[in-house]
């Protein structure tokens, strides 16, 4: 019993030691964006409705946050000003869904092809979500939850006072501005920690059963169709299961796919960190995509050996040292900011219809 458990915990680590420096460069990435980029400037940006806004909320929320905190407060601040709810949710959308973190650990673990699939299935829910919102969603009720938002007390705010003042060469060099950005990774890291050490532990000791245990989950022995319905269905269910985030979900998906869980199944569960309806619609829209492209991977299937990985003298291993001195770097300099964590605010950020089960986690 005290061996499986080791085992368990071994694999946690050395799938965490595979994807430390994918997670460390997002967060550092996300963190400079949400300090460096005015707040006043993306709902400049974002104001009004149409095509073009609610592209622009695309683009800006998948590089602004990984802190679903954070993007409700922002999406919340664009719809009192006059944005659509589709702008507003889109955004929220894809600072969930659309993070670098999520797409790097993606490709670190299971390939590229994932990571593809996760971006333009982002993009599918968004437009499946405008379109949702354009059928169901009549303006006299959109202008009611407006004022509703109007009324709401401000949430949670990421730090962003000096970098936002300075020119581009400027933040280079300001102490200051790194801070800010230290601020925000800290918070962001405060916030997810907990969730995607979750994840790793899930995957490691999930990885420890046989593949008798994922044939019980998943159908293998059916028409395509079917296996394809049955595995976007199943996906789902067993991330609201593990309840983590969706960069905490990204070593469980691994060791699904390696269990047997079909390229569609795996896209369904790393969306379903954000339970709304188009989930299914839009996993099965990217598989079909994906077929006729050829793009779904045909080869063996990763091991457990190969999905967990081995600490060795490598490329990972510089990479990992490195992240971790800009991890305790980017740590030591937050010293001087207030210790605001996304999690402390949750209870009081202002959460748009459809949009709760969003503040999982991004």
């Known amino acids: 019993m005290l061996g499986e458990v080791a085992k368990g915990l071994e694999q946690a680590f050395l799938m965490a030691y595979e994807v430390w420096w994918a997670l460390v460069l997002g967060f550092a990435i996300s963190a400079i964006v949400q300090a460096w980029v005015p707040r006043e400037r993306i709902e400049g940006a974002l104001s009004g409705e149409g095509f073009v806004p609610v592209a622009k909320a695309t683009g800006l929320g998948a590089a602004s946050s990984s802190c679903s905190y954070a993007a409700i407060a922002i999406a919340k601040s664009l719809f009192q000003k006059g944005a659509s709810a589709a702008t507003a949710l889109a955004f929220q959308f894809a600072s969930t869904n659309l993070v670098w973190e999520l797409g790097l650990v993606l490709w670190v673990l299971i390939g590229w092809q994932f990571t593809l699939a996760e971006f333009v299935g982002g993009v599918v829910l968004i437009v499946l979500m405008s379109a949702m919102l354009r059928l169901f969603v009549s303006p006299r009720l959109e202008e009611r939850a407006r004022r509703h938002a109007q009324e709401a007390q401000a949430g949670h705010h990421h730090h962003g006072a ?84 969706s960069v905490g979900n990204v070593p469980l998906a691994a060791v699904l796919w390696s269990g047997g869980i079909s390229f569609a199944g795996v896209v369904a569960f790393i969306f379903a960190d954000l339970i709304v309806l188009p989930i299914v619609l839009a996993a099965l829209a990217v598989d079909g995509l994906f077929s006729l492209l050829g793009l779904i991977p045909t080869g063996p299937r990763p091991t457990r050996t190969d999905v967990f990985g081995q600490v060795q003298l490598d490329y990972k291993l510089v990479l990992n040292s490195v992240a ?39």
């Open 162 to 245: 000096e970098g936002e003042r300075l020119g581009w060469r400027e933040r280079l060099g300001s102490l200051a501005a790194w801070r800010d950005v230290a601020g925000n990774f800290r918070s962001d890291w405060a916030m997810l920690w907990k969730e995607i050490g979750i994840g790793f532990l899930l995957a490691g000791f999930i990885g420890l059963l046989g593949n008798d245990f994922f044939n019980f989950l998943f159908v293998t022995d059916a028409p395509p169709l079917l296996r394809t319905l049955e595995n976007v269905l199943v996906g789902p269910l067993i991330a609201v299961l593990s309840f983590v985030c």
């Open 324 to 362: 971790a001195v800009v991890f305790a770097v980017l740590f030591w300099l937050s010293r001087s900011r207030p210790s605001a964590t996304c999690a402390a605010h949750a209870a009081q950020s202002p959460v748009t219809p459809a949009s709760s089960s969003a503040a999982r986690g991004s």
